[in-house]
């Protein structure tokens, strides 16, 4: 810190007073000097008090930095027991500040000051540490739950459930005396665990054996007073045992392709939605391009109706729609895998070629059945693929007379009459 | 005029529509598509309504004369 010269000051003041000592013009030089160092001694104070202040504050700001930054430590500190520790270290930053400070009077202010600053700082740090330990015990609490609620999970029998459930409502009673929950925030916590165990219990039990969990929703053993929250666990359940029978019964390709059909059903009749679609991904059952077409279709579907277009536009969709029509059957009446009719079926009635009545009845009524959409014999399975592949050639022969007619012998063209 | 896909689309939804709605046999189908021919050949000359049930004869876009009547059905010439 910068010292004021205060002497040299002085000494420039009183020079040019000297040589003017002498008789009455003394006696005035004496009254003039007595005034004037009233004055000086004015300034004298005034320029001490500058001192003074400028002390004061150089060891207020040197204080606050100091004691910033030790709280800073002590908050971060991880062994942190009380604040006596810090208190010592508070002292002598105090000392260390005032030490500049010359006058007396000023040092004690400064020091009755910063006691107060240092004292509100130690009580932050205390505060800021039950805070931490109160955020810690209220951690330890939840972590301690979620162990007990496992318990609760894996127990089999009601009787052991029920004690698992009390041994969480006590860890909760045991946290609310000692005051790391407030009695209101225990009982909010034990409400919600409680209303939530019997549902959660039933999503686990979905996940591992959704045959059992949906035998137990709909006799609700879990014991769930949300009717809606089990209405739709039980059709998760229902999803998740219709994909796990049909997993275990037909592998996983066959699976994904019958998850594809009945979609598509669902797609015809208007009922599938994209949460569905999503759901099936999310468990494996659905190949994801018959996903991308469910998904368009839906998207087409619902637009189509309020999609205007000109007359031009029109003509050239039914077009477009009549050319795919005859084209698809071209497709299934040739020889080919029916997981790639279907998903070529799908994607032009996706992409707009193809009208939804003619999607559904290609689909539906004459693609050779799929043998892997459930149970039948190879007995069965052969004379289905027999019917639909003789009914298929009665169309065939049919498509060739229609486009023989109008080919070779549609003699209507001209009009012209004799 | 219309694409020819569209008549034989039309065509062949009739056709399929008829063969799903009951019971039909194989030696049903050329007269069911010849009747659907018929129907669309009437469709598009409306006149030939009007064709005395002998028959008119009527020349097609390659020169071919038939003898077309009131229901659409015909018998080609020469």
């Known amino acids: 810190m910068g010292q004021i010269p205060v002497n040299q000051s002085q000494t420039q003041l009183r020079s040019p007073l000297m040589p003017r000592a002498t008789g009455e013009g003394q006696q005035r030089d004496e009254v003039a000097t007595k005034g004037l160092v009233g004055a000086l001694d004015n300034a ?19 204080a606050t930095e100091q004691l910033s930054a030790l709280k800073d ?6 062994n942190f027991k009380n604040g006596n ?26 020091m009755s000051r910063y006691k107060i600053a240092a004292n509100s700082t130690l009580s932050g740090i205390n505060n800021t540490f039950r805070d931490r330990q109160l955020k810690a015990a209220q951690a330890d609490l939840l972590t301690g739950i979620d162990a007990q609620q496992e318990s609760y999970f894996n127990a089999t029998y009601p009787q052991e459930k029920m004690t698992a459930a009390a041994l969480i409502k006590q860890s909760i009673e045991d946290n609310v005396k000692g005051m790391v929950i407030s009695p ?24 591992k054996d959704p045959t059992v969990a949906l035998q137990r ?3 609700n053993s879990y014991g769930i007073k949300d009717e809606g929250k089990r209405a739709e666990l039980i059709a998760d359940a229902e ?18 392709e019958q998850t594809a059909v009945d979609l598509t059903s669902k797609l015809w009749d208007g009922s599938l939605t994209l949460s569905q679609i999503q759901d099936e991904m ?11 077409y469910l998904r368009k279709a839906i998207l087409s579907d619902r637009t189509s109706d309020i999609q205007s277009a000109t007359k031009e536009q029109k003509a050239q969709t039914e077009t477009k729609q009549a050319e795919t029509y005859m084209n698809m059957w071209d497709m299934i009446l040739k020889k080919g895998k029916a997981t790639d009719k279907r998903q070529t079926i799908l994607k032009e009635f996706s992409d707009g070629n193809l009208r939804k009545e003619d999607a559904i009845k290609l689909y539906t009524g004459y693609l050779i059945p799929n043998q892997g959409g459930g149970k039948v014999s190879l007995a069965e399975a052969v004379a289905a693929e027999q019917a639909a592949a003789k009914k298929n050639q009665f169309i065939a022969g049919a498509i060739r007379l229609f486009r023989h007619f109008w080919n070779q012998a549609n003699p209507i063209d001209e009009g012209d009459t004799e | 005029m219309k694409d020819p896909n569209i008549h034989i689309a039309e065509m062949t939804r009739e056709l399929v529509d008829r063969l799903s709605a ?15 021919i018929r129907k669309k050949r009437t469709q598009l000359k409306p006149e030939i309504a009007g064709h005395p049930k002998e028959g008119q004869i009527m020349l097609d876009s390659f020169g071919r004369k038939a003898m077309v009547y009131p229901d659409g059905s015909l018998k080609e010439l020469g």
Do not use: C
């Not at chain 1, 209101?184 to 996940?207: F, T, Y």
């Open chain 1, 44 to 62: 004298t104070d005034v320029l001490a008090k500058v001192q003074d202040t400028q002390e004061h504050n150089a060891a207020q700001v040197y």
């Open chain 1, 73 to 78: 430590k002590a908050d971060q500190d991880p």
């Open chain 1, 85 to 110: 520790e810090y208190a010592t270290e508070m002292d002598r930053i105090g000392q260390d500040a005032a030490k500049n400070i010359t006058n007396t009077l000023v040092r004690n202010d400064f």
């Open chain 1, 184 to 207: 209101e925030e225990g009982v909010k916590l034990w409400d919600k665990i409680s209303a939530d165990l019997p549902a959660k219990d039933a999503m686990r039990d979905i996940g």
């Open chain 1, 217 to 219: 929703l709909q006799t």
């Open chain 1, 239 to 256: 999803r998740a045992a219709i994909r796990e029978q049909k997993m275990q019964q037909l592998g996983f390709e066959q699976a994904q």
């Open chain 1, 282 to 292: 999310n468990a494996g059952t659905l190949e994801r391009k018959d996903a991308e």
């Open chain 2, 22 to 36: 009951g019971n039909v046999k194989e030696s049903d189908i050329p007269n069911i598509a010849q009747e659907i």
